[in-house]
Each structure stands twice: as C-alpha cells, then as structure tokens.
Nanobody, 130 residues
Framework: QVQLVESGGGSVQAGGSLTLSCTAS????????MAWVRQAPGKAREGVAW???????IYDHSVKGRFTISKDKANDTLFLQMNSPEPEDTAMYYC????????????????????????WGHGTQVTVSA
C-alpha cells in the first residue's frame, strides 16, 4: 500500500510561481511512474506531467516549458514547479503513482484518453488569478 500526501497549493497571480510537493510512503516498489493530475471545475481529470523511476519525464503540451516535474528519490518526494501559471491552470492537483512505466501509461492515454492510476493523494487546490 502507498500513501501520497500533497502540499504547497494556494493562490498565485498569473506569471508568478508555485511549487507543489507530494510525499510518498509505504511500499513504492523499485519501478513506478509518478505524475500530477489535475481537475478543473466541470472538466475531466487530465495528466500534466509524469516522471519515471529512472528520472525520465513527460509533459502535456498545455504545460510544457512552464511546469517542471522532479523527484527527490532519497525522500520519496515529488515536486511540480509551476512557472508562469495561467488562470486556465486553476484546478485541484493530485499526486498519483502507478506500478506501470510512464511510457506505457502514455500509450494507454493516447489510445483511450484516460488512465486509472492505482494510488492517489487527496489533492491540493491551485487558484491562479489574472
């Protein structure tokens, strides 16, 4: 079992910056994919950034060049550095983890538009004002 706890959400002005954190505990195994998934009011959940256990990363086009996902492996902590956020980035942000490699998850999302991750945090709200 894996527990994920997010922190760092809040309100930020467009063009500012914000860093989200997620601490993982429990049996994370040796190979897994961690990601940030967000859900805005009235919209479907969408993945924005993924990082594999080998450090390779994938970004959704909507955040590429603005957001950076990283991981402190020693402390099992996941980060999302949000630079130049826009009002459209306002959402509940969830930290997720799955035993599948990120590349396999990307294939599933490309095929059916979604993926059900095995472990979820409770989420942290990010609100970006214009």
């Amino acid at each position: 079992q894996v527990q994920l706890v997010e922190s760092g959400g809040g309100s930020v002005q467009a063009g500012g910056s914000l860093t989200l954190s997620c601490t993982a505990s429990g049996n994370t195994a040796s190979r897994y994919c961690m990601a940030w998934v967000r859900q805005a009011p009235g919209k479907a959940r969408e993945g924005v950034a993924w990082i594999d256990s080998d450090g390779s990363t994938i970004y959704d086009h909507s955040v590429k060049g603005r957001f950076t996902i990283s991981k402190d492996k020693a402390n099992d902590t996941l980060f999302l550095q949000m630079n130049s956020p826009e009002p459209e980035d306002t959402a509940m942000y969830y930290c997720v983890l799955d035993p599948l490699p990120c590349a396999d998850i990307e294939v599933v999302i490309a095929a059916i538009g979604k993926f059900q991750y095995k472990y979820w945090g409770h989420g942290t709200q990010v609100t970006v004002s214009a």
